[in-house]
């Protein structure tokens, strides 16, 4: 049986009602994020979108480096809410991360959900500044239901302070595991 607790410096979602919503690396479909809005606010949520200066023309980034940085930085250091979630993994992360590393941490935990190439992110979050974030879906996973609806109520009930401690029972794949 593996127990790991919810830390008590993570923001609650029930009380901040809003969320930053951030893509950067793949881009989305205004269609997309639509469907991600809508999804969040199926479950009471308000998202901050960044006001992007013009329309994105990269077919495999959301926008240029210093535009993702710019939406990131939003998140970081804005004040609107201290729960940041990515719509999507993919490449280009990476490339904001030297930006990233010369910076200043965000002066409130903020708390980072996403997974695949936002582990860089996660990495930099925790190792570099010191803050906690949940390795967890991408929203547009969470609106499409391409992950099972009991992970995505799960992971909901965790930001929302409903579960406070996350319980697996997990088997070894051998004896000496």
């Not at 950067?24 to 205004?30: G, R, V």
């Not at 200043?104 to 582990?119: A, H, Y």
Request: aromatic share 8%; net charge neutral; proline share 6%.
């Amino acid at each position: 049986q593996l127990k790991v607790n919810r830390p008590k410096i993570w923001p609650d979602l029930q009380s901040e009602k809003k969320v930053y919503l951030i893509s950067p690396a793949y881009p989305n479909s205004d269609a997309e994020i639509a469907e991600m809005v809508l999804f969040l606010r199926s479950r009471d949520v308000e998202t901050i979108l960044f006001d992007f200066p013009n329309k994105n023309t990269d077919p495999f980034l959301a926008h240029s480096d210093e535009i993702r940085l710019a939406e990131l930085r939003n998140a970081l250091y804005g004040n609107e809410s201290n729960i940041i979630m990515v719509t999507r993994g993919g490449y280009g992360l990476s490339r904001l991360l030297p930006q990233l590393l010369k910076s200043d941490p965000p002066q409130t935990n903020k708390l980072l959900v996403g997974f695949s190439d936002i582990t860089s992110l996660h990495l930099l979050c925790n190792n570099h500044w010191g803050l906690s974030s949940l390795h967890g879906p991408t929203l547009s996973q969470c609106a499409k239901g391409s992950i099972n609806k009991e992970s995505v109520d799960h992971l909901f009930n965790i930001l929302n302070n409903q579960s406070k401690t996350l319980s697996y029972s997990i088997t070894p794949l051998n004896s000496l595991a």
